[in-house]
């Protein structure tokens, strides 16, 4: 297992940070409701499609990084993200679910019809998120590199694409991350909160996916 520059553990590293952001939180008071858009040029909307299909199955991303955790993390990071939208019903399905692996199906392959029936009937939805990590790195130069697509199992149309690498030593990054905590938290707590997207890697995982599901 590899270590952090800093030599905890990722559990450990996880927990402490975890000590960090409550007390954050609980220092922070009441967050405004400012206006916040990420980058425009990394994803991709079906302009001819309605995203409003129904259910969508977000199943486990494929993890090609050196930390197995951060897969779980970022899944059901994503997964509460996108409920926040409130654009479609969600249910998250791991890669190790029995309904999943009865399909034999690999994460970024391309499906047929038929395997996009199967999937719909086995996990009761109306469309599938699918997606991999394809990058983690950690403390004090993190990275987070996803690349993920919706598609509409009714009729195999792909509704959304997303590929994008968040470095938090790019300076667009951080420029976007301070706007985030000033749409999220009081003028008080946004830079306690920006220096801790800096050096948490659950914080800086949140943004990431908040980013990402408001490209929808």
Known sequence: MRIWTTSLSYGLYRRT???????????????????????????YIN????LRIGRVAVV???NDSSYPQVSSDITESLFQALQKKQIFGLTVVSQTDPAWRSLQLE???TYTLDQMQSIRKSLKCDGVLIGSITEFRAYPHMAIGLRLKLLDLKNGQ????LEQ????????????????????????????????????????????????????
């Open 17 to 43: 940070c975890f000590v960090l952001i409550l007390t954050a939180v609980l220092l922070s008071g009441c967050s405004t409701d400012r206006a916040f858009r990420p980058a425009e040029n990394y994803y």
């Open 60 to 62: 486990e991303l494929n």
């Open 158 to 161: 792909l509704l959304w694409a």
């Open 47 to 50: 302009p001819n499609t309605n």
């Open 107 to 109: 994460t970024d392959s």
């Open 165 to 216: 690498i968040w470095d938090i030593t790019d300076k667009d990054t951080e420029s976007r991350i301070k706007k985030y905590y000033k749409s999220q938290k009081s003028p008080d707590t946004a830079r306690q909160h920006e220096h801790l997207a800096s050096i948490s890697p659950l914080e800086f995982i949140r943004f990431v996916c908040f980013e990402a599901a408001e490209t929808l």
